[in-house]
């Protein structure tokens, strides 16, 4: 597989393919940031409007899920961010990661790697190994009115030998899955936020039962053991489903069922999957 030179992200490329009625009609391109959360989020509150758009070739300080840093060679990854204003009961923001983790898993499906799968909370794996994550936060805008920030991280372009030596039996890329190099980030881009409008919507409409079935249909565990590292201490059990929060059902070993609402998922006998490489 060529090591395929990028020149930075083509919206060109990206406009052509982009099918949303709003999500990236607002983008903002950089070469390089410390963070494309932050930059979302300050271009939403200077009036950028409603679901406006930042990608990044590289990031110097990108964030992921509790304080880990994201880190990825320019222009080979996907690094995007997109801002809104908060429209549902602020109740159902333990859904949208779940809803960012579905968009991800559906737009590297429709770019060849379908056999993609979603790790709770919203890691996207790909035979097992780390291709996507998600960072959401949620902020309070200047002027009022909470916004929902929405990290997504995927590996595109990544070769095996471009990641952390201590990441390389637990990380992938769609140009890995795929044996080629011909889908850019552009492409995953448009699909993401193609795939990501509809999801928005519905919760904003409070269909939460949808976004948990479509979560549902592309997890990985159901019916497995498995260990959530949690912040209160590791808790093994038997993955059952989603309670209706978006929190992990596990069965433990009692029969009591116990609702796990932070963590990260493992394996209980197996090797742990990337946690620290994706922008989760």
Do not use: Y
Not at 10 to 24: C, N, S, V
Not at 159 to 171: K, N
Not at 204 to 222: P, T
């Amino acid at each position: 597989m060529a090591d395929r030179p990028r020149d930075g992200f083509d919206r060109a490329r990206f406009g052509a393919q982009l099918a949303t009625r709003r999500l990236g009609r607002a983008l903002i391109t950089r070469a390089s940031t410390p963070s494309t959360n932050d930059d979302a989020f300050d271009a939403l509150c200077a009036g950028q409007g409603d679901g406006v758009v930042v990608v990044a070739d590289a990031q110097t300080q990108g964030r992921g899920r509790a304080g880990r840093t994201w880190e990825h060679a320019p222009g080979r990854a996907l690094a995007l961010s997109v801002a809104l204003h908060l429209g549902c009961d602020v109740r159902q923001a333990g859904l949208i990661p779940l809803a960012a983790g579905v968009a991800a898993a559906t737009a590297v499906a429709r770019c060849g790697v379908e056999h993609a799968r979603l790790k709770w909370p919203n890691d996207v794996l790909a035979h097992g190994r780390k291709l996507a994550g998600v960072l959401c936060e949620m902020r309070r805008a200047p002027a009022g009115g909470d916004v929902v920030v929405i990290g997504v991280g995927v590996n595109v372009l990544t070769l095996a030998d471009e990641f952390p030596e201590a990441l390389r039996a637990r990380a992938t890329s769609v140009a890995i899955e795929r044996g080629d190099d011909q889908v850019g980030p552009e492409d995953v881009a448009a699909r993401l936020l193609e795939a990501f409008e509809p999801l928005w919507e519905e919760l904003q409409e409070g269909e939460r039962a949808k976004i948990r079935d479509a979560w549902s249909a592309r997890a990985a565990f159901w019916g497995e053991t498995v260990t959530v590292r949690a912040p209160g201490g590791d808790v093994t059990g038997v993955a059952q489903r989603l309670d209706d929060d978006g929190g992990l059902v596990l069965r433990l070993e009692s029969g009591i069922e116990r609702v796990m609402i932070a963590g990260d998922l493992e394996p209980a006998d197996g090797p742990a999957c990337a946690t620290d490489g994706g922008r989760a």
